[in-house]
């Protein structure tokens, strides 16, 4: 007979559920589908002759490798600490390496922080859709959710209930995951102000935040919150940063930034999670972003701007009435809005069964599973060529 | 004014405490302190030029190197998963890749087990002492610890208690840490019905057990359980292997092995946390381990034997009346235990202090930080002469 594993799981375990987009993924494996579906980079721009000389060099010396492969401390390698600390201060968030932690990616970060703060049935705020990535990071610590207005004119289910209080609130200020959308000056100072009237902290999910195509960067919610506070170490917000999306997401590479009171914390979490993350690709992050960071920048700006404009272009062309979709000034993400009544789902299945092209609809990214008219579409994977036709055949496949 | 965390803190953060043995870390920076404390590969044993081959050739080709540094499945890379089946069925214990999920380090797997069995209050049998790091990782689910008894004349308070419910059973079997016993395969038989008696789960950890140096290799309790039950898919036996003491530590490479229902509900667990494990470290330590398995454990077993045989000698010759260790087959710990009335942590820092050695106190290892009057001296990381001088300066500590 076999050992019933529910019958000692926690109660937790009953939140750990499937994810849609992973489902998803194993349709795209059929190689003449067009994906829009995934927030992936395009391997054709990762900077691979840098990461070679980068790992070779770290393997080449006797102290050097033994060092690579050996045990590190929690916190992360003071080399990547130090680089990190000076690209946070160059971007008016002035930090040391005590506010630093290395994390596997900046969705280990989330959680974390979802592990640390929340308890079943506290109060997490989160934009109203937002990243599934985050939800299902919070979800095992069986959170309520409440919606956190993010928009000028949110509706009224969306603003601050008197009295409300929350644990924190979660935001992608710059060019959403879902949404693409990008926070105004005055949009980020209501989420700090609710944040603060809530008693919570502000995590501020910066994934995508160099992948900006037009415009100037807005100051993060920290780099504001520090202009009050005076210093990191008096801030609530909690800054998560990923090298996955500029320099590669399959090193797992992230880190969190924030008081050193709270990362003093969260490296005991670390220690107990994996130990560290591994040195050697510490050590060869912390070698590429030294030497190539900046040219990387402007490589994939540069390439996906392209794609942003051909999808905006090819949707303003194929698109039937009815529709709308944001126009990201950045990341990877545009969001379709179709008319009352449309299934997300059920366009999703037709469009992979019959035009061969994919998306994630709208619904994974709602807490409550609303959403059902919506569809996010990345830009990021497919080229210009690819962009046109897949928007095309998402056209033909949505019924009349 | 400062952001109060605490008053964002879940009541598990309470359970998040700090780490002897890291603490003791930070003393060990010091060049001239012999250190028995870390349970640390010695670097000089790494595959580094295994190593440096793999990185070079997995960033070779352009389709590798998009590969190694795009995301991957939450499961783990199928050339990795595909060794590790060959390896467990080898050890007669037959599994496909549809039982492995790979995870950063067994540290990883211990921590995930954590989360998706125990809610506060939840039982867990565990060996008095046992693994640190394992509590570290069961801790902050606030379970309640109850004594596993694993000795063949197991006292009163570490037998089953009639009607006794737990969530699971943890044990290190072989090379234990940190006694460095090894289970007979009565205690392991003993081990399998308690747990089964208590509706439980059990978790083998089974980091050391390639590391032997004399007497045959013991049958796993997985294997144990796989011949009784029929197969990998109806064992109650979750198996935590890792490349930490084999191959390299730092690269965070290890796997839990298990009913292949568990196994897809923890790659949930696994997606949550951070996506995946570093696909290029995945292909490394596949190529390497592929290459270079047998002839490492055979360069490691002859380095470790040698320094176990150097310190057991030491011990006999230096120590004085009243204490008594352990001889372990394997692994990288002795356990020393030491008159009534000794106080480890005291005796640690007389040792670093007055003489420059370091080792672990006994208490760090019980959950109910008893053992005052033992110490676990790691053997892997000094070489023969320096763990001579060693235990010479550590019996000088040991007051009159």
């Keep these: 007979m076999s050992f019933n594993w529910s019958s000692v799981f926690a109660g937790r375990a009953a939140r750990m559920g499937a994810s849609e987009i992973r489902e998803l993924l194993k349709v795209l494996e059929e190689p003449d589908v067009i994906s829009f579906a995934g927030g992936i980079p395009d391997p054709d721009l990762f900077p691979i002759e840098a990461f070679k000389t980068a790992y070779n060099e770290a393997l080449s010396t006797k102290d050097s490798a033994a060092r690579a492969l050996q045990y590190s401390v929690s916190e992360g390698t003071p080399e990547l600490k130090r680089w990190i600390a000076h690209y946070m201060g160059s971007r008016a968030m002035p930090c040391g390496p005590e506010n630093i932690l290395i994390t596997c990616g900046s969705q280990q970060g989330l959680e974390f922080l979802g592990r640390i703060m929340l308890s079943p049935g506290d109060r997490a705020l989160v934009a109203w859709p937002t990243y599934l990535g985050a939800l299902q990071a919070f979800n095992a610590y069986e959170p309520e959710y409440a919606r956190l207005g993010v928009r000028d004119n949110a509706p009224a289910n969306e603003r601050p209930v008197e009295g409300e209080k929350a644990k924190f609130a979660y935001i992608v200020p710059d060019f959403d995951n879902p949404t693409g959308r990008t ?192 569809m996010r579409l990345s830009f990021s994977l497919a080229n210009p060529d690819e962009i046109e036709e897949g928007v095309l055949r998402l056209a033909r496949a949505i019924p009349e």
Tied chains: 1, 2.
């Design 183 to 374: 926070l105004s000056i005055d949009e980020r100072h209501s989420v700090l102000e609710r944040a603060k009237a809530s008693g919570g902290a502000v995590i501020e999910d910066a994934a995508y935040t160099e992948l900006r195509y037009e415009g100037e960067a807005m100051p993060s919610l920290l780099a504001l919150d520090i202009q009050t506070q005076g210093s990191i170490n008096q801030s609530r917000v909690i800054y998560c940063g990923t090298f996955s999306k500029t320099l590669s997401p399959g090193l797992r590479v992230g880190w969190i930034a924030a008081s050193a009171s709270l990362i003093d914390k969260l490296v005991l979490v670390k220690q107990a999670s994996d130990l560290h993350s591994p040195t050697l690709n510490q050590m060869a992050v912390a070698a590429v972003a030294e030497t190539n960071f900046t040219a990387q920048l402007d490589k994939i700006r540069n390439a996906y701007r392209i794609r942003r404009d051909a999808m905006l272009s090819a949707l303003s062309r194929h698109m039937p009435k009815g529709f709308s979709w944001s126009r990201p000034e950045g990341g990877m993400f545009v969001w379709v809005e179709g008319p009352r009544g449309m299934n997300g789902r059920a366009l999703l299945q037709r469009a992979v069964k019959r035009e061969k092209v994919a998306f994630v609809p709208g619904q994974a990214f709602f807490a409550d599973g609303s959403g059902q008219e919506c």
